[in-house]
């Protein structure tokens, strides 16, 4: 009894042939890969006090501060609040800056009001746009996943 040695293709062929006598993963949707030019993003925490802890974090700079200082184990944690306080010394500085700026020109007939009413426009929409980073990063620290403030987020990370 001589044993026929297969080719591949004959293999693939005979394979592709063959009925599987189990039926019941059939009815489970394939899964589907990331595309290569979507990010995955990753998974800071699993545990639910962590990922509360962090989200008030990302919520309250004080509690964030308080947590920069006394959190030393974990990675999650003290990622969100560095995030948390880095977004808020930011938007101090732009308040110091637009109030200096208000200060040195704003008492100059005509231009000086035009000036400040453009400083006010600045200001609120700076505050709207770090309130869109903060509820942000809150939904992002109570899902687990790590999020990294745009521009000046990558400099944080090596606080952490």
Known sequence: MERRRRSQPEQRR???DETLEDDR???VDP???APSGERVEEILATNR???LTCTLAAMM???ALFLFFAERKSRAI???AIQSLGLTVF???LAALL???NALFGGIPYIGFLLNLTLWIVYISAAIVMLILRIRMMFFAWRGAKFTLPLMGHMLDRFN
């Open 49 to 51: 006090t962590v990922m």
């Open 31 to 33: 899964v589907e890969e």
């Open 14 to 16: 005979l394979w592709q």
């Open 78 to 80: 003290r990622h969100f």
């Open 91 to 93: 938007h101090l500085a």
């Open 61 to 63: 700079p004080c509690f």
């Open 25 to 27: 993963y059939y009815d």
């Open 99 to 101: 109030l200096a700026v």
